[in-house]
């Protein structure tokens, strides 16, 4: 029987028990709800929480239910009456006596009552032949007349497109024979992204009875716009690290004969221990500032995924070789580079680091060349620059790193379960690198465009906006990369 159009939508979560059930609505959730324990029948109330409100009054509401028990027991008893409904309906068991059956009917009586459909969670970490109470727990479910979509736990971390719909593949075919199973979905409670849960907000809608089509459309549509301010607020956070990096600098204290004398010194070996030179103080300070930003909007992206917890693992980039150094040229050297080259200064290049510019191209763009002298040249690229002493700044290829690094730690908060308890860094799954560089591949010219422009501190608000906008057009392939199958719903989310 369909359930009233104006009444909330619900979805039961099933499953036997100590498989997951809680854990994966609190990630659902994204708030601690029930109670975790390694044991079974832990749950032993069907539970009743709002996972998604709209203004028009819509609701959609996930029970948490009781773990199937002694499913073997209740499939057998359901297939000896000709009305097995209206046998459960009448039928009493004892709570404390037989704790296992009373689960199991605590759980069937929630999907008859209250459910528009079963999300069945099972246990994907061992073989479907191997899950024996899988086949009786489906024989109810299938019963009960309600659709059905599986959803594959414990399968760890996220994997490669291909291995995960071998997974599912793998379930579709033991379930095949289920009249209710109309759906599997690999859904990790630990490592499952919002993308996914996207994906089975789709397939609810093509399972829903036609009466609760209309409202859950609503529903889909404000998940998805909470989804997107979240998405679309990492990448802000992230793009405005990316342009502070960018246009960070660190002057270098100047101490005259005596310190270029020390930096010889240390060119040959002959640095006392533990003494550093003004160019190593100002490599710390930039590598400080980066650390403490990073660790910041890590923070960030924490909170925005309704995580707890936050960075605490140190992130400093020990990669000193690049730094990139702005010196001022000196007049002298200069002198030397104006006696190689003739005319109006034409194919001088000289890279002094500047983010992709060079000295003869940067000045001829300026018109400055006209009849300076060598000395003047050098004198004109300083006021130019805007460099009166020497500075330090990251590097084009440093921050490359950055932005492909930026995009590995927002896929690891985001695919960071709530049930899997507070926020803590973990190794990444192997592909997502190269995943991420094909993501990037498309925007190098760009970034390098970007990085050429960081010169100018003018120019910083600028840089950021285009920072964020590409982060988010290269987020969207990423994800398209990792979940072919959502890319009708990311589109419309970056839309």
Known sequence: MNAPADRPIALSLVSHTNVGKTTLARTLLQRDIGEVRD??????????????????????????????GNSERL???L???????????????????????WSSQAAVRNVLEEADAVLYLVNASEAPQ??????????????????????LNQIGKPRTPAEEAAEVERWWAHCADHSSVRAVLALDAFARCWVQEGTLLDALADVLPSTRREAFGRLATAWRAQHRTVWRASMDVLGTRLARAAFDREAVRDEGWSGKLKQVGAS????REGALTPRDLAMQALAERL??????????????????????QTVLLRLAENFAVREPLSEGKAAVLGGLVTGALAGLKADI???????????LAGGVIGALSAA??????????????????????????????????????????????????????????????????????????????????????????????LLRAASIDLFVRLYPDSKDMLRATDG
């Not at 749950?43 to 029970?63: F, K, N, V």
């Open 79 to 101: 297939a000896r009456n000709a009305n097995p409904i209206g046998w459960f309906l009448n039928e009493v068991w004892d709570r404390w006596r037989d704790r296992a059956l």
């Open 353 to 363: 680091a500047t983010g992709g510019l060079t000295l003869g191209g940067g000045l």
């Open 376 to 469: 003047g040249l050098a004198r004109g690229f300083n006021l130019v620059r805007g460099v009166d002493k020497p500075t330090l700044a990251w590097s084009s290829e440093v921050l490359d790193g950055l932005v492909h690094s930026a995009l590995l730690g927002y896929l690891a908060v985001a695919h960071f379960g709530r049930g899997r308890g507070n926020w803590t860094a973990s190794e990444h799954p192997e592909f997502w690198p190269e995943q991420v560089s094909a993501a990037l591949a498309p925007r190098r010219k760009a970034l390098q465009a970007l990085w050429g422009r960081r010169a100018d501190a003018d120019e910083l608000a600028e840089v950021q906006a285009e920072l964020q906008a």
């Open 130 to 151: 191997d899950a024996g109470y899988v086949a009786p727990e489906l024989k109810v479910l299938d019963l009960l007349d309600k659709p059905t979509i599986v959803l």
């Open 291 to 312: 650390d403490a930003d990073i660790r910041a909007s890590t923070d960030q992206l924490i909170k925005l995924h309704g995580l707890d917890g936050e960075a605490t």
């Open 75 to 77: 499939a057998a008893r």
């Open 39 to 68: 044991e079974a029948h832990v749950t032993m109330d069907a539970e009743r929480h709002t996972l998604i409100e709209t203004p028009q009054g819509d609701r959609l509401e996930l029970w948490d239910t009781p773990g199937f």
């Open 268 to 271: 040959i070996g002959l640095r």
